[in-house]
């Protein structure tokens, strides 16, 4: 028979048998299809690819940029102190991605991938991506958007702002709203849109739509005047929105509409970039079984 362990190697065997279950990949690629489009969400850089199933298929890419916090002007605040009010890249940043295969947007259903990441110590930001599973209708407080099986419902969510009031000289910025800069790369020119619901073209029979509404901690508001900002020409633009000041939170959800979107299988494909338990993962359960054992005798 085994004798008792000590009680601190008691601790410790419960430690590491705790880790042993805790899947490491939090920063792990992750891929969704479903009626014929594929998703795939970067753990690291903030980036997402779209590809619908057609003969002609072409890839989307989203990347998130650029964030900074601005003043009534419009000018950077915060980007002189020791805690930014900024992110010049997200090349760097870390996310962490859940799955929802029983989501819902508006009144359609959704498989919805989400990843967040802290804004240095100021904040939160949360992009979700809502991948269509029935067909449905999505509103806001002054546009309808009709959406298909297949097609891709977006958001970007800023949350938990500690506004700056910074001082910098003799006076003191103060933080009005906040920029958010995304690129998008396609296969062909983007056409400009000129309505409040303005679309481009991304290639191969993608759709961007872009709203100029922003939701302020439950309320619709009209983003500032110019905005949506638009840079760029050939198959690369950056988009810049405008969120005003939350005390909560605030969203802004574009779509991206498919080719002949519900003509792929039903079926909800969730490979993980990485298993539920990764190589690091894996590695630490025998790790623990390991000493567990020695531990006992």
């Known amino acids: 028979f085994f004798s008792v362990p000590h009680p601190c190697n008691m601790w410790l065997i419960s430690l590491l048998l705790l880790s042993s279950l805790v899947d490491l990949s939090l920063a792990a690629d992750k891929t969704v299809s479903a009626h014929g489009t594929t998703v795939q969400v970067m753990g690291s850089s903030g980036k997402f690819t779209v590809t619908p199933n057609t003969t002609n298929a072409t890839s989307v890419q989203v ?117 958010v800069d995304i690129t998008t790369t396609g296969s062909s020119t983007a056409s400009n849109g000129t309505s409040s619901n303005s679309k481009y073209d991304m290639g191969g029979g993608i759709t961007l739509s872009l709203s100029n ?57 969730v490979p993980s970039g990485a298993p539920a338990h990764s190589g690091p993962a894996i590695a630490l359960s025998a790790a623990a079984a390991f000493i567990f054992l020695l531990l006992l005798h």
């Open 63 to 179: 990347t998130m940029d650029a964030l900074r916090e601005v003043d009534t002007a419009g000018n950077s605040v915060g980007s002189s102190g020791s805690t930014k009010h900024s992110i010049n890249t997200f090349a760097a940043q870390d996310f962490t991605i859940t799955t929802n295969t029983s989501g819902m947007i508006g009144n359609a259903s959704a498989v919805i991938v989400s990843f967040n990441s802290p804004i240095s110590t100021i904040g939160q930001i949360a992009v979700d991506t809502y991948l269509i599973q029935t067909a449905g209708v999505v509103n806001t407080s002054s546009e309808s958007w009709t959406v298909a099986p297949g097609d891709l419902k977006w958001s970007i969510t800023l949350s938990n702002w500690d506004w700056c009031g910074c001082s910098k000289g003799q006076s003191t910025e103060v933080g009005d709203g906040v920029e």
């Open 213 to 269: 509404v922003v939701n302020a901690d439950g309320k619709w508001a009209t983003m500032k005047t110019g905005y949506p900002k638009v840079v760029g020409n050939g198959n690369k633009r950056t988009f810049t929105f405008h969120f005003p000041r939350f005390t909560t939170y605030a969203t802004y959800d574009p779509l991206l509409s498919m080719p002949s979107s519900d003509s792929g299988s039903s079926n909800v494909i």
